[in-house]
C-alpha cells in the first residue's frame, strides 16, 4: 500500500484542470453543452460567461486567470469559446505560460502540456508575427506610395485651403472666432489652428 507521502506526491503531479465556458450573450446560447464536455474531461471547476468572444471586458476569464497557478490547465471545449481575436488568445496564452500553467482545447485536441500541444502554440505564435510583419509592410508600402504622389500622412484639415482663406478674411473683418466656427460648422479649436498657421506661416 503506497503511504501518505507516496499519495500527496501523486497528487501533486496530477494537473488540476480549470473550465472556462462562454457564449454569445447577443445570441441567447446554453453554455450547458460546454460545461458538460468540460466536466467530463476532468475539471474540477468551470467559470462560465456570457460574453462576446471579441470583448476583453470578461470578469469570470480574468478570475480564472488570477487563479491559476504552476501545474493548472487551462481548458476549453473549443479555442474560439477563448478569444475569436489572435492577438487577444496569444496575450492570453502568454499570461498561462506565465502562471506555470498548460492549456488545452479539447475539440481542437491542443495540449499545451505535451510536445505536440507546445508545437502547436509555437505556430500560432509564428503565424501572428507574421501577420504583423504583413501590416507594417503595407503600412510602409502605402506611406512610400504616398509620399511619391505628393500626399502628406495624417488627419486631412476640414477646410479647405480657400474656406481657410476665407476664415482669415472674416477674422479680419471682425467676426468672432464663435461666429467663423458656427458658420463654417466646425469646432472653435480648428478655427483657432487656421490663425495659428497663419501665423507661424507669415514671414
Same mark, same amino acid.
Request: hydrophobic fraction near 40%.
Given at each position: 500500500? $503506497?503511504? &501518505?507521502?507516496?499519495?500527496?506526491?501523486?497528487?501533486?503531479?496530477?494537473?488540476?484542470?480549470?473550465?472556462?465556458?462562454?457564449?454569445?450573450?447577443?445570441?441567447?446560447?446554453?453554455?450547458? $453543452?460546454? &460545461?458538460?464536455?468540460?466536466?467530463?474531461?476532468?475539471?474540477?471547476?468551470?467559470?462560465?460567461?456570457?460574453? +462576446?468572444?471579441?470583448?476583453?471586458?470578461?470578469?469570470?476569464?480574468?478570475?480564472?486567470?488570477?487563479?491559476?497557478?504552476?501545474?493548472?490547465?487551462?481548458? =476549453?471545449?473549443?479555442?474560439?469559446?477563448?478569444?475569436?481575436?489572435?492577438?487577444?488568445?496569444?496575450?492570453?496564452?502568454?499570461?498561462?505560460?506565465?502562471?506555470?500553467?498548460? /492549456?488545452? +482545447?479539447?475539440?481542437?485536441?491542443?495540449?499545451?502540456?505535451?510536445?505536440?500541444?507546445?508545437?502547436?502554440?509555437?505556430?500560432?505564435?509564428?503565424?501572428?508575427?507574421?501577420?504583423?510583419?504583413?501590416?507594417?509592410?503595407?503600412?510602409?508600402?502605402?506611406?512610400? +506610395?504616398?509620399?511619391?504622389?505628393?500626399?502628406?500622412?495624417g488627419r486631412q484639415p476640414k477646410l479647405?485651403?480657400?474656406?481657410?482663406?476665407? =476664415?482669415?478674411?472674416?477674422?479680419?473683418?471682425?467676426?468672432?472666432?464663435?461666429?467663423?466656427?458656427?458658420? /463654417?460648422?466646425?469646432?472653435?479649436?480648428? &478655427?483657432?489652428?487656421?490663425? +495659428?498657421?497663419?501665423?507661424?506661416?507669415? $514671414?
Amino acid at each position: 500500500m $503506497p503511504n &501518505i507521502t507516496q499519495k500527496q506526491q501523486k497528487n501533486a503531479a496530477s494537473p488540476t484542470l480549470l473550465g472556462y465556458a462562454r457564449v454569445s450573450k447577443a445570441e441567447d446560447q446554453d453554455p450547458a $453543452p460546454q &460545461i458538460e464536455a468540460l466536466e467530463a474531461a476532468g475539471c474540477k471547476r468551470v467559470y462560465d460567461e456570457r460574453v +462576446s468572444g471579441g470583448c476583453w471586458d470578461r470578469p469570470e476569464l480574468h478570475r480564472l486567470l488570477d487563479r491559476l497557478g504552476p501545474g493548472d490547465v487551462l481548458t =476549453v471545449w473549443k479555442l474560439d469559446r477563448l478569444s475569436r481575436s489572435l492577438k487577444d488568445l496569444l496575450l492570453i496564452l502568454d499570461k498561462v505560460e506565465k502562471a506555470g500553467a498548460g /492549456f488545452r +482545447s479539447l475539440t481542437e485536441n491542443i495540449d499545451s502540456t505535451t510536445a505536440s500541444g507546445r508545437m502547436m502554440m509555437q505556430m500560432l505564435g509564428a503565424f501572428a508575427e507574421f501577420e504583423r510583419a504583413m501590416v507594417r509592410e503595407r503600412t510602409q508600402a502605402g506611406l512610400r +506610395s504616398a509620399r511619391a504622389q505628393g500626399r502628406r500622412g495624417g488627419r486631412q484639415p476640414k477646410l479647405s485651403p480657400q474656406q481657410q482663406a476665407e =476664415v482669415r478674411a472674416m477674422l479680419m473683418a471682425g467676426r468672432s472666432a464663435a461666429d467663423v466656427a458656427r458658420l /463654417f460648422r466646425v469646432h472653435r479649436a480648428t &478655427i483657432s489652428r487656421i490663425v +495659428s498657421n497663419a501665423a507661424v506661416a507669415a $514671414p
